[in-house]
């Protein structure tokens, strides 16, 4: 079994700031991890993802998340925060192995970003 | 850009009666899923459906509910006697199986009365 611990429920932070919001997980398994956004009234969209390969990951945004296997954390960061990325951020695993791939979903964090 | 869609955005019902979510994942995806997300609280998983089976599902899918794909295109989530515990938003999602990727739909808020 997973479990994701996102350990800011709020985090508020004026614009142009930067900001790192906290994910940490803990499985039996090796995982695939995942931040997905959710807009006000809007459903979960995919930010970024970490698979394989290098453990810094980018979105088109600039959100970028680092994997570090040894603290089992994947922290999201943006050097430079706008209004409009004003949203709840959940962090979310799933296992390697399995067939169903049901994700596990960490319980999101608030940013508010303050002019 | 391919997306997943649902309906009816909104459903409100009284406590007891029958209801029926509905889902169109995207059309070469084979893996399906559905979430809720009570208000507040994290988004839970429900249940995976593969090959016209559930692959897995959670312990608050008991009895109650039921999954189905009807056509090849739609997928459902009924609840055959609503709670006032299930109001909610759930989420329907699909995935191709291979990325991993889990494209989620706007969701359905189930008012429960």
């Known amino acids: 079994a997973q479990s994701v611990t996102q350990l800011d429920s709020q985090v508020p932070v004026f614009e142009e700031a930067p900001v790192e919001l906290r994910c940490n997980y803990s499985s039996s398994v090796s995982v695939y991890l995942f931040w997905y956004v959710q807009y006000p009234n809007q459903g979960l969209q995919l930010l970024l993802k970490?698979?394989?390969?290098?453990?810094l990951v980018e979105s088109i945004n600039g959100f970028e998340a680092e994997f570090n296997k040894s603290q089992t954390s994947f922290h999201l960061r943006k050097p430079s925060v706008h209004i409009s990325d004003t949203a709840e951020y959940f962090c979310a695993v799933t296992p390697l192995q399995g067939s169903a791939r049901q994700l596990t979903f960490g319980s999101g964090t608030q940013l508010t970003v303050l002019p | 850009e391919p997306e997943v869609t649902q309906t009816p955005s909104h459903q409100v019902t009284q406590m007891g009666q029958e209801v029926i979510l509905r889902c169109v994942p995207i059309s070469n995806h084979l893996y399906f899923y559905w979430y809720r997300q009570i208000l507040g609280q994290k988004v839970e998983f429900l249940v995976s459906?593969?090959?016209?089976?559930?692959?897995?599902k959670s312990e608050i899918f008991d009895d109650q509910f039921s999954v189905e794909r009807p056509d090849g295109s739609n997928f459902t989530l009924k609840i055959r006697s609503t709670k006032l515990e299930d109001s909610a938003m759930y989420f329907c999602?699909?995935?191709?199986?291979?990325?991993?990727?889990?494209?989620f739909g706007p969701g359905t808020r189930l008012t429960v009365l």
């Open positions: 459906f593969y090959n016209n089976e559930i692959s897995e």
């Open positions: 970490y698979l394989s390969g290098s453990t």
């Open positions: 999602a699909s995935t191709t199986g291979f990325t991993d990727t889990q494209y």
